[in-house]
Nanobody
């Protein structure tokens, strides 16, 4: 079965850096947009960044100066480099992908289970 497996979450002090990764497990036919979203406690889920297979990206404006999304198409993996982290970045970060599984006819949205990022003041 196709799943998104996230790693790299944890605790970091304000001003520090953290890197997240998300790998697609299982066989897929194709992948287009992949990205990262986050949800802070008591808040709705919001876009962090997305990236297409051609490398084009879009970011939430408040994050684009500190966060960088990238991908390794050969490994079906995306990354999020987070620099100069702030306490307000504390949230559960979710990997997203629109994928067509090798055993499926249609593509659909996939979500990772989420990884906690906590930034201490």
């Amino acid at each position: 079965q196709v799943q998104l497996v996230e790693s790299g979450g944890g605790l970091v002090q304000a001003g520090g850096s953290l890197s997240l990764s998300c790998a697609v497990s299982g066989n897929i036919f194709s992948a287009n947009t992949m990205g990262w979203y986050r949800q802070a406690q008591g808040k709705e889920r919001e876009l962090v960044a997305r990236i297409r297979t051609d490398g084009s990206t879009n970011y939430q404006d408040s994050m684009k100066d500190r966060f960088t999304i990238s991908r390794d198409n050969a490994k079906n993996t995306i990354f999020l480099q987070m620099n100069n982290l702030k306490p307000e970045d504390t949230a559960v970060y979710y990997c997203y992908a629109y994928l067509v599984a090798a055993t499926s006819v249609f593509g659909r949205d996939y979500w990772g289970q989420g990884t906690q990022v906590t930034v201490s003041p």
